[in-house]
């Protein structure tokens, strides 16, 4: 069965963690950060930012290092898993386990991420 290579749960920022400022995310470009102890892929596009985990969860594959898709997702550039940047579902296989999901905000300039909490899910 699948397995998911991404980070354990207890490291995953729970609070609001600055990773980037927001000059240096341009539209349509992703771009690895790391929020405390996790990669993070964060990525704009139709000037939203988005942020999941960076770590595919099939083999382990650097998602920055992969393809942003028009629709609105990201293929790894190892076996070419697709996830949705919207909500880290897969939308094309081999991956079986979804990417984790951060929330994302901007204040004084700086983007944020933390872990989704289960409530927004």
């Keep these: 069965m699948g397995v998911d290579h991404t980070a354990t749960a207890d490291k995953y ?3 609001f963690v600055a990773v980037l400022p927001e000059s240096e995310l341009a539209e349509n470009t992703m771009r ?4 405390g102890e996790v990669p993070v892929l964060l990525a704009r596009k139709n000037g939203t930012v988005f942020a ?7 083999l ?3 998602l920055s290092e992969g393809e942003l898709l028009d629709d609105g997702t990201v293929r790894c550039p190892w076996h070419g898993s697709v996830f949705s940047l919207r909500d880290g579902n897969v939308v094309n296989g081999p991956a079986t386990e979804p990417q984790p999901k951060f929330e994302v905000r901007v204040r004084a300039g700086q983007i944020e ?3 989704q909490q289960e409530a927004d899910k």
């Design 13 to 15: 920022p729970k609070d």
């Design 52 to 58: 999941i985990a960076h770590t595919c969860s099939h």
């Design 32 to 35: 690895r950060v790391e929020a």
């Design 60 to 62: 382990g594959g650097p």
């Design 113 to 115: 991420v933390r872990l």
